[in-house]
């Protein structure tokens, strides 16, 4: 904490340091009155870092000797009201009449507690500010930004993360109660345009990493539930920055039975991609419009309509790369580098499109029903002719030879090409109709969903690779590619779902309660049956130390989309059944005061026990699956987690987890023997054994998503003397996971990805306050409620964190693994006004 706080005192002194400091005053003078233009007597009004002001005449009237040409700030204070900060920058013996509105917290208060309540007693939920999105520094910026400081990361690229030992597949996504896919084909975190969670036109956050309700759908992670916002009168915002540009506005109709919410983003990545070890032309470019609009049609019926609209294309035209290893090779201890030159280049693109009507009905006061119809589509298209031709060795790091920084001692040269043509689009229709009854101490929700699935994906890709003039895999008498993965798959999928659950609240303010439900899946591409029941209890055993224990078990079965049925070879299994897990979650939830301020700490042990699993390996972003039913495995940790204020109205938080997650992969083995020449070889079948040999089971094996620690903090802090200064910083920290070299039995977990570990840190100083109404009409930003300006560091430690390996074998045939790097320090600056 020392440190942030020298960093953003250094900031504010360069920002205040253009302004000339005089000892000369203004006067500023005005009125105080409530939300019903009532006068306000006895309010407090200070100069922000003084402890002396004014009060307020019974008339709500003041009058404040104010320092002149100086940025200061007045503060507005009263008990049961919002305390209001007004900027000001006066000349000398100039004269500002202002009109300040306090509002009531009251309610605020209130809706606060019914929020905290909730999220106390159901399982797994976390809810966050969805403001906080917009304020945290990450190079991918987002709600999902947010939810990794609890699930973990090891890619600051994408927007996806792993949950309690989940890959990304595993995850559910929802807005407004329409679920949200993403692009199948991305392979590298670079290639991945912007999130559909638009953040500045998130109302609602609610993110549940474990032990979820059966309302929600067959997946076996994480469901990230949002809801957008509903206007209640004209605001919006623009945004400028090095990385992203954005645009949205709300309102309402007079009558207000009418309202709108559209959002348009773009984002390019270049100033990211071009500080990667891979140089060249990187034009990489996302762009989106959202648009959700909600009629009244009377007291009983609302219509709602939300539209998406995305486009994401990425170029890359490669020159050159740089690669360098400091792990200990067989041969010698030495730094090892790879040089590669690049031609040709790799163009894709990845629409997306998202149509979703609903219609609800208030029946009465306990019976609410909603309608629900929505197509998804998303077009992909990966077009890539890169040749490469690479020297690797011993790299030089003497600057007092000649050689410095090149390879001095060669032990490998070859040429490879990457070619592709690949296309996936895949459309989506969904039907479904959801219920609520509410009777006092009986929640009981259902709902029923048919989808139909049309999938048609054109594989075409192939790798050549030469090493020291001798094609891959060599043959004396014919040339033969290093791998080759052609298949065309067109499918019909037809999918029904379903669920009903009750939620129960037992005692006096609901110290007990239960959530019992069953979902039933049937999927029409394998003919599968499943069903999944689901309970959760709480209880608060003493309101007065305000513990509350929970508990949750159950069924959580995922059927194939279409990734997990496609092989490495690229041929398609349409017999691949889903996969299933049963979950048990035991958690409690405490409140207390920390440094006498409100404060909250979460606590969660879980276990999943995984079967019919189908295996795959994680290659940065890009899941690879087997295409098969041929693993169990297992899951199990502790999370812990704390909320608290370090700074007064300025939230923060810290979590911490411990995992462990294996897997089982059925008959997998390999065999060892010698050949006559006395050489020791290894065969992964048993049709390859051409003497005595042995065989060796693999067993329990670390899943690619295995990370024992995982640590993540957001602090939020603030310049005593104004609040218009802050700061705010993310940390993430995760320990090693394995890298699987594909296709190789024997050498599963045979490589480790070292600890992750990033730490982002933004700062920020109000330009413009709010309190537009007080401006004069000659002003320029009189349209406009605040202005602010952000100066964001990425990757403050400058730390090499690494994402997958590159393997490339020597003259000899020995196998090294370089390790390719994500982004190194960078800097970001952008403008936020709303008006």
């Known amino acids: 904490m020392p440190a942030t706080r020298i960093l953003l005192v250094a900031f504010c002194m360069l920002v205040s340091s253009v302004l000339p400091a005089q000892q000369r005053t203004a006067v500023v003078s005005g009125k105080v009155v409530d939300a019903e233009e009532r006068p306000l007597a006895m309010v407090t009004v200070t100069v922000l870092g003084r402890q002396s002001g004014v009060l307020t005449s019974d008339s709500g009237s003041f009058s404040i000797k104010v320092p002149a040409a100086k940025a200061i700030a007045l503060t507005f204070s009263f008990t049961g009201f919002h305390t209001v900060q007004r900027s000001f920058y006066l000349t000398e013996n100039e004269q500002e009449k202002i009109v300040v509105r306090l509002e009531s917290n009251s309610k605020v208060l209130q809706e606060v507690i019914v929020k905290d309540e909730r999220e106390r007693t159901e399982t797994g939920l976390i809810r966050l500010n969805p403001k906080h999105a917009l304020t945290i520094p990450s190079a991918t910026g987002g709600v999902e930004s947010l939810i990794k400081i609890f699930a973990g990361s090891n890619n600051e690229l994408t927007s996806q993360y792993t949950v309690r030992g989940g890959n990304y597949d595993e995850n559910l996504v929802y807005v407004n109660d329409f679920e949200i896919f993403r692009p199948y084909l991305v392979r590298s975190g670079q290639q991945e345009g912007l999130s559909f969670i638009n953040p500045e036109l998130t109302g609602g956050l609610s993110f549940y990493n474990g032990g979820f309700q059966a309302k929600y759908g067959d997946k076996m992670s994480s469901v990230l539930d949002i809801q957008y916002k509903k206007p209640k009168s004209f605001a919006g915002s623009a945004y400028i920055g090095l990385l992203e540009q954005g645009f949205y506005a709300e309102g309402v109709s007079k009558n207000k039975k009418f309202s709108y919410l559209a959002g348009v983003r773009n984002r390019s990545n270049r100033n990211l991609l071009s500080a990667q070890e891979t140089k060249g032309n990187y034009i990489p470019s996302s762009s989106d419009i959202q648009a959700l609009f909600t009629y009244q049609v009377n007291s009983k019926w609302q219509l709602e309509l939300l539209g998406n609209l995305s486009a994401t294309k990425f170029t890359l035209i490669p020159e050159e790369a740089k690669l360098t290893s400091s792990v200990l090779s067989p041969l010698f201890s030495t730094n090892l580098g790879l040089d590669i030159y690049f031609e040709g280049n790799e163009q894709d693109r990845y629409q997306t499109h998202m149509l979703g009507l609903s219609a609800v009905q208030q029946v009465n006061k306990k019976l609410k029903l909603k309608w629900m119809l929505s197509r998804f589509e998303n077009k992909e298209q990966e077009a890539c002719d890169i040749t490469g031709a690479y020297l690797f060795g011993e790299r030089s790091f003497d600057k007092s030879q000649p050689g410095f920084g090149s390879i001095i001692n060669p032990l490998g040269a070859g040429v490879f090409i990457n070619h592709a043509r690949n296309t996936l689009a895949i459309e989506n229709w969904n039907i479904s109709h959801k219920g609520e009854w509410n009777n006092k101490k009986h929640f009981v929700q259902w709902g029923i969903s048919a989808e139909k699935t049309l999938i048609a994906d054109r594989l075409n890709e192939w790798e050549a690779q030469d090493s020291a003039g001798y094609n891959l895999p060599y043959h004396a008498d014919r040339l033969q590619l290093y791998s080759v993965r052609k298949s065309t798959t067109d499918l019909d999928v037809s999918k029904l779902s379903g669920y009903l659950q009750d939620n129960i609240s037992f005692g006096s303010a609901s110290h007990i309660t239960v959530q019992g439900g069953i979902r039933f899946n049937y999927n029409g591409l394998n003919n599968e049956f499943l069903l999944s029941p689901r309970l959760q209890m709480s209880w608060m055993p003493d309101t007065d130390k305000d513990w509350v224990l929970k508990l949750a078990a159950g069924a959580y079965n995922q059927p194939p989309f279409y990734r997990e049925l496609r092989r490495y070879d690229g041929s398609v299994n349409t017999a691949v059944k889903a996969q299933r897990s049963w979950q048990v979650v035991a958690g409690a939830d405490h409140n207390f005061q920390l440094w006498e301020r409100p404060s909250r700490i979460t606590i969660e ?104 620690l995982t640590f993540g903090m957001f602090f939020q802090d603030y310049l005593s003397t104004n609040k218009n200064f802050k700061v705010h910083l993310n940390m993430i920290y995760g320990s090693s996971m394995p890298y699987n070299i594909p296709g190789s039995v024997r050498y599963r977990n045979g490589l480790i990805i070292d600890p992750y570990m990033r730490v982002d840190i933004g700062f920020s100083a109000l330009l413009l306050s709010s ?40 003259f000899s045939n020995t196998v090294y693994a370089i390790p390719n790097r994500l982004t190194p320090r960078l800097f970001n600056f952008k403008i936020l006004a709303r008006f």
């Open 771 to 810: 309190g537009r109404s007080s401006r004069r009409s000659h002003h320029p930003f009189r349209k406009f409620d605040n202005i602010w300006a952000s100066l964001e560091v990425f990757n403050l430690l400058d730390r090499d964190n690494t994402i997958s390996y590159l393997l490339i074998k020597d």
């Open 605 to 708: 042990a879980y276990y999943k026990h995984l079967t019919h699993v189908d295996p795959y390996d994680i290659d940065n972003v890009r899941i690879r699956y087997f295409g098969d039913n041929s693993a169990k495995a297992y899951a199990t940790g502790i999370e812990m987690r704390l909320f608290s204020e370090l700074v007064k109205d300025a939230e923060s938080w810290v979590s911490v987890g411990l995992m462990r997650t294996m897997e089982k992969i059925n008959d997998f083995h390999y065999y060892r023997y010698k050949n006559a020449g006395g050489e020791l070889i290894t065969a992964q079948t048993e049709d390859q054994v051409v003497a005595d040999s042995t065989r060796f089971d693999k067993g329990w094996m670390r899943r690619p998503t295995d990370r024992l």
